[in-house]
């Protein structure tokens, strides 16, 4: 038979830990997002699905249509297309289309990009009931992005800054 005192010792040190844990974690600084109203501002590396580049001179794609970025993705899930218009040096893309259900997000069509024209965006919460959700026409999207940039430039949610290495992160 055990000794009721001692046991009885050993269940108040554990309540006193459990509660010394429990107000440790009440006065931490919270770290929960209120998700539609705010959302995490994305590190410099992240690699959302790949962008259109806004030219500022022209106010449309920086995109010259020279495909490079076509032969260079293994997962061959680029399409692009262009037209060169009379009295003009260059191509004007027309058509630039991404199959993201089979982009490996690898970079190797950034890299192949001589004019700089395409980039990895931050969106990170993409979601779709259906698999043609995930066929971009980023021309398309990039037109409706400026668009909307300049009828409500405040729409934004407030990005979070990503904790830095100074404050202690939750266990």
Same mark, same amino acid.
């Given at each position: 038979? +055990?000794n009721?005192?001692? /046991? =009885?010792?050993?269940?108040?040190? %554990?309540?006193?830990?459990?509660?010394?844990?429990t @107000?440790?974690?009440?006065?931490?600084?919270?770290?929960?997002?209120?998700?539609?109203?705010? $959302?995490?501002?994305?590190?410099?590396?992240?690699?959302?699905?790949?962008? @259109? =580049? @806004?030219?500022? /001179?022209?106010?449309?794609?920086?995109? !010259? *249509?020279?495909k490079?970025?076509?032969?260079?993705?293994? $997962?061959?899930?680029?399409?692009v297309?262009? =037209? +060169?218009?009379?009295?003009?040096? +260059?191509? =004007?893309?027309?058509?630039?289309?991404?199959?993201?259900?089979?982009?490996?997000?690898c970079a190797?069509?950034?890299?192949?990009? +001589? %004019? /700089? *024209?395409?980039?990895?965006?931050?969106?990170?919460?993409?979601?779709?009931?259906?698999?043609?959700?995930f066929?971009?026409? @980023?021309?398309?999207?990039?037109?409706?992005? $400026?668009?909307?940039?300049? %009828?409500?430039?405040?729409?934004?949610?407030?990005? !979070?800054?990503?904790?830095?290495?100074?404050?202690?992160?939750?266990?």
């Amino acid at each position: 038979m +055990k000794n009721p005192l001692k /046991e =009885v010792a050993t269940g108040l040190g %554990s309540l006193f830990i459990g509660m010394r844990l429990t @107000l440790d974690q009440f006065f931490r600084k919270d770290v929960t997002v209120q998700y539609p109203h705010q $959302s995490l501002e994305m590190p410099p590396r992240f690699r959302g699905h790949i962008e @259109l =580049v @806004l030219d500022e /001179e022209t106010g449309k794609a920086a995109c !010259i *249509a020279c495909k490079l970025c076509e032969k260079a993705c293994p $997962s061959d899930c680029i399409a692009v297309e262009g =037209v +060169k218009p009379e009295g003009r040096g +260059k191509k =004007v893309v027309t058509e630039y289309k991404l199959d993201f259900t089979r982009c490996s997000l690898c970079a190797a069509c950034v890299e192949a990009c +001589k %004019s /700089e *024209a395409i980039r990895f965006s931050k969106e990170y919460n993409l979601a779709g009931r259906n698999k043609e959700e995930f066929f971009m026409d @980023l021309l398309k999207r990039l037109e409706d992005k $400026s668009k909307k940039e300049a %009828s409500q430039p405040d729409a934004a949610p407030t990005p !979070i800054p990503p904790a830095t290495a100074t404050e202690e992160a939750p266990p």
